[in-house]
């Protein structure tokens, strides 16, 4: 762990794959580990990018304009990913349904809601 109780992978930051989003909601800075952030847009992604860029961990909106998680994550799926999958989020009403729902058709992956306060 870092000073700030950040946890990385062996003494380093995490891969973290930031798709679709910003900082402005402040997403980077509420996530629970340090990371070594790579924004990109959804429409550059391929197998081949995300193989190499290997994430650890990869962020985005449950629901973007122009992707959803599950897209993102059948595509992240393709190219071999297994890490941790955060999905950003303001209100859903069943949020427990939602991460279920990601867990049961990409079970490799470790998927999280990330609740934003205020959205």
Not at 15 to 38: K, N, Q
Not at 72 to 91: N, P, S
């Amino acid at each position: 762990m870092d000073g700030d109780g950040h946890q990385g992978v062996a003494g380093r930051a995490l891969r973290c794959l930031a798709v679709g989003i910003g900082d402005e909601a402040g997403i980077v800075r509420a996530l629970p580990v340090r990371c070594d952030l790579r924004a990109l847009p959804f429409a550059v992604l391929t197998e081949e990018v995300m193989a190499r860029l290997a994430p650890d961990l990869i962020i985005c909106p449950l629901v973007a304009e122009d992707f959803d998680a599950f897209e993102l994550a059948a595509l992240a799926a393709a190219a071999g990913f297994c890490g941790r999958f955060l999905a950003a989020v303001g209100r859903v009403p069943n949020p427990g349904l939602v991460e279920r729902e990601l867990r049961g058709q990409f079970p490799g992956m470790a998927f999280e809601l990330l609740l934003l306060e205020g959205q």
